[in-house]
């Protein structure tokens, strides 16, 4: 690709026999050779940025290792980290963490599929071009302000329905999550749908079979890879998410998989700690830096998962 | 032969068909409106809630423990500064990267590493980069609480959005430019200065757009260092500190941003507290919105305007 690469070096002696022109094209050389190494630096920065996140939750949580025992933080069944009697059961944030995930996605995959069914196989070329900005803009609303909606909008009008629902709870954060989510899941499967060669549809249709039976049997079938790495990457979202939960679930860390209880995520719990006045070095600071370590590996996982059935699954026409 | 009774079952077959594709279109609009609907919701609720909260005093007082009395002076100031410092970080960074990923790399292992960790990048919750920050900005650079780091921290969140928007907008230039320029006895630099920068900047201003608006909402990894929420005065201008003053003293200040304002406001449990979250809400829905639709109206007019 690069022109300058293959550019022979001159030695020094040459400099001096060889007309300015020519000369000032070897400095052209070393001009560019040097441009590229700058750009070379920035594209090797998100390199660097990956490795400082590693080690900077790695290096923390090894602290908090050393005091707290793997078992201990795999399966105790209390999370008190800032008490006196101090339990660390990741256990207690995850059970939050997956009971909001799920509901979301109760809310998320369905719609997300039909709506990117019906935008690639159904609606009009206007009809789409006023959908996909509209849903690009839910997708930019900032989460502090859907977590505002979930408390002091959502959860009321839940309560008039279920007057138990305490005003701190998984499920309307869930939920209002689940919209937040549409977008991302709508977008891409609608663009694996559309990836789909316009012959299969052809021959579809040439068979007799209507939009629907086309939709369901031949575009769904030959898109699954696409449509799998999208809910991936929604489940991703969701297991991430902060602020939706830190404002309308309330932060208190609760075993439970009901969602029409009060309970703490890991991101939850993360902002909770930096909210107060913790002490740099303290194992309540490191017990942050654990938390997102399981967050970090968590998302991770998804994302290999995605790859993965995005390679293996991937129809080739 | 064709029965007449077989003619009635197949229309009647046809009929059905047709039947269920008018039923899933209607479920289509449906869930579309769902999405629709909930944006409308939140929007009229935060701005019926909020617009009478929106008087001039709102823009130019500090928060206070009256609600009456509070603003979010320091709020967008903190905003404004806070985009500052990440728009002149991530953009030049962003785009020398994606303009060296599409015309520089060669094939090889370390362009297939550099790439697969930009779409890792993107898939990391925000909160870890703001772990990240706490620990590297604020503790071992020792930048503190202050606006350096939290930019500096934004700008990492928005770094794979800004390369993959400059790749795009690169790749959607036809080859003949970069054929007919290397033809003239251009070098790659010469290229990529005075064609493809050039022709792709319409392209990378939508994704930088599109960038910042993500950046202006994001909360939890400017709490996750730590900021202040109660903040009742302006980082130092430029020159006006303490001798010895410089241009740059505001990087170290201590600040508050928009969504961290609101954040503080929707905690509280007073019913007052909660009008100013609404009103700076709306505020800052009304900022993403725009900027969001400023990229698209600008995608939609480079779409339309293309010539080659």
């Given at each position: 690709?690069?022109?300058?690469?293959?550019?022979?070096?001159?030695?020094?002696?040459?400099?001096?026999?060889?007309?300015?022109?020519?000369?000032?094209?070897?400095?052209?050389?070393?001009?560019?050779?040097?441009?590229?190494?700058?750009?070379?630096?920035?594209?090797?920065?998100?390199?660097?940025?990956?490795?400082?996140?590693?080690?900077?939750?790695?290096?923390?949580?090894?602290?908090?290792?050393?005091?707290?025992?793997?078992?201990?933080?795999?399966?105790?069944?209390?999370?008190?980290?800032?008490?006196?009697?101090?339990?660390?059961?990741?256990?207690?944030?995850?059970?939050?963490?997956?009971?909001?995930?799920?509901?979301?996605?109760?809310?998320?995959?369905?719609?997300?599929?039909?709506?990117?069914?019906?935008?690639?196989?159904?609606?009009?070329?206007?009809?789409?071009?006023?959908?996909?900005?509209?849903?690009?803009?839910?997708?930019?609303?900032?989460?502090?302000?859907?977590?505002?909606?979930?408390?002091?909008?959502?959860?009321?009008?839940?309560?008039?329905?279920?007057?138990?629902?305490?005003?701190?709870?998984?499920?309307?954060?869930?939920?209002?999550?689940?919209?937040?989510?549409?977008?991302?899941?709508?977008?891409?499967?609608?663009?694996?749908?559309?990836?789909?060669?316009?012959?299969?549809?052809?021959?579809?249709?040439?068979?007799?079979?209507?939009?629907?039976?086309?939709?369901?049997?031949?575009?769904?079938?030959?898109?699954?890879?696409?449509?799998?790495?999208?809910?991936?990457?929604?489940?991703?979202?969701?297991?991430?998410?902060?602020?939706?939960?830190?404002?309308?679930?309330?932060?208190?860390?609760?075993?439970?998989?009901?969602?029409?209880?009060?309970?703490?995520?890991?991101?939850?719990?993360?902002?909770?700690?930096?909210?107060?006045?913790?002490?740099?070095?303290?194992?309540?600071?490191?017990?942050?830096?654990?938390?997102?370590?399981?967050?970090?590996?968590?998302?991770?996982?998804?994302?290999?998962?995605?790859?993965?059935?995005?390679?293996?699954?991937?129809?080739?026409? | 032969?064709?029965?007449?009774?077989?003619?009635?079952?197949?229309?009647?077959?046809?009929?059905?068909?047709?039947?269920?594709?008018?039923?899933?279109?209607?479920?289509?609009?449906?869930?579309?409106?769902?999405?629709?609907?909930?944006?409308?919701?939140?929007?009229?609720?935060?701005?019926?809630?909020?617009?009478?909260?929106?008087?001039?005093?709102?823009?130019?007082?500090?928060?206070?423990?009256?609600?009456?009395?509070?603003?979010?002076?320091?709020?967008?100031?903190?905003?404004?500064?806070?985009?500052?410092?990440?728009?002149?970080?991530?953009?030049?960074?962003?785009v020398a990267a994606g303009v060296y990923l599409e015309e520089y790399a060669p094939k090889n292992w370390v362009t297939d590493i550099i790439e697969i960790n930009i779409s890792n990048l993107a898939g990391i919750p925000s909160i870890v980069y703001g772990l990240l920050a706490l620990g590297l900005f604020v503790y071992y650079f020792g930048f503190g609480q202050s606006i350096l780091s939290a930019g500096l921290t934004l700008a990492l969140l928005i770094l794979p959005v800004i390369i993959v928007a400059t790749r795009e907008s690169i790749r959607a230039i036809p080859q003949a430019i970069h054929e007919a320029s290397y033809a003239c006895g251009a070098t790659t630099w010469?290229?990529?200065?005075?064609?493809?920068?050039?022709?792709?900047?319409?392209?990378?201003?939508?994704?930088?757009?599109?960038?910042?608006?993500?950046?202006?909402?994001?909360?939890?990894?400017?709490?996750?260092?730590?900021?202040?929420?109660?903040?009742?005065?302006?980082?130092?201008?430029?020159?006006?500190?303490?001798?010895?003053?410089?241009?740059?003293?505001?990087?170290?200040?201590?600040?508050?941003?928009?969504?961290?304002?609101?954040?503080?406001?929707?905690?509280?449990?007073?019913?007052?507290?909660?009008?100013?979250?609404?009103?700076?809400?709306?505020?800052?829905?009304?900022?993403?919105?725009?900027?969001?639709?400023?990229?698209?109206?600008?995608?939609?007019?480079?779409?339309?305007?293309?010539?080659?």
């Open positions: 690709m690069s022109a300058s690469a293959s550019a022979p070096t001159l030695p020094a002696s040459i400099g001096q026999g060889i007309s300015d022109r020519l000369s000032k094209k070897a400095s052209r050389h070393v001009k560019e050779r040097v441009i590229e190494a700058a750009l070379f630096a920035a594209a090797a920065f998100s390199v660097f940025v990956t490795l400082a996140i590693v080690y900077v939750l790695v290096k923390e949580s090894w602290s908090f290792f050393e005091h707290v025992p793997l078992t201990d933080f795999l399966f105790d069944t209390q999370w008190t980290p800032l008490f006196d009697d101090a339990h660390y059961g990741i256990m207690v944030l995850l059970s939050g963490t997956l009971t909001s995930s799920a509901v979301a996605l109760v809310v998320a995959i369905p719609l997300g599929t039909i709506i990117a069914l019906y935008l690639s196989e159904f609606a009009g070329f206007k009809v789409r071009e006023i959908a996909k900005p509209f849903l690009e803009l839910l997708g930019g609303v900032p989460t502090i302000v859907y977590g505002y909606f979930a408390l002091t909008f959502l959860t009321p009008i839940l309560q008039k329905i279920y007057p138990d629902l305490p005003g701190f709870n998984l499920l309307s954060a869930g939920l209002v999550m689940g919209v937040m989510i549409i977008p991302y899941v709508a977008s891409l499967s609608e663009d694996a749908m559309r990836a789909v060669p316009m012959s299969l549809r052809e021959g579809s249709y040439a068979m007799g079979a209507t939009r629907l039976q086309t939709a369901l049997w031949v575009v769904t079938p030959a898109a699954t890879s696409g449509i799998a790495s999208a809910y991936i990457l929604g489940i991703s979202r969701a297991v991430g998410e902060t602020m939706i939960l830190a404002v309308a679930a309330g932060m208190q860390p609760n075993l439970t998989f009901n969602p029409a209880e009060p309970g703490a995520t890991i991101t939850s719990y993360i902002v909770q700690v930096a909210l107060g006045d913790l002490p740099h070095g303290s194992i309540g600071y490191q017990t942050i830096f654990a938390a997102g370590l399981t967050l970090l590996l968590m998302t991770l996982a998804f994302n290999l998962l995605g790859y993965w059935l995005r390679k293996r699954y991937r129809e080739v026409y | 032969m064709l029965q007449a009774t077989d003619l009635a079952a197949i229309r009647a077959i046809i009929t059905r068909a047709k039947r269920w594709d008018l039923f899933f279109s209607i479920i289509g609009i449906l869930s579309l409106m769902v999405g629709v609907l909930t944006f409308t919701v939140l929007f009229v609720d935060m701005a019926i809630q909020g617009v009478p909260r929106l008087t001039s005093e709102f823009f130019t007082s500090f928060p206070s423990r009256r609600p009456e009395n509070a603003g979010i002076l320091s709020a967008w100031v903190g905003t404004v500064l806070v985009m500052l410092v990440t728009a002149l970080s991530a953009v030049p960074l962003g010469q290229t990529v200065s005075d064609h493809i920068l050039p022709y792709s900047s319409a392209g990378i201003l939508t994704g930088v757009i599109i960038g910042m608006a993500r950046a202006i909402g994001e909360t939890a990894p400017i709490i996750t260092i730590g900021a202040l929420t109660f903040i009742a005065f302006l980082p130092t201008a430029p020159f006006a500190g303490d001798p010895p003053a410089g241009l740059f003293d505001w990087i170290f200040a201590p600040f508050t941003v928009m969504p961290i304002q609101m954040f503080n406001w929707t905690s509280r449990p007073e019913a007052e507290f909660q009008v100013n979250a609404a009103a700076a809400g709306f505020v800052l829905v009304f900022m993403t919105l725009a900027m969001n639709g400023l990229a698209i109206y600008l995608r939609f007019q480079l779409r339309k305007n293309i010539k080659w």
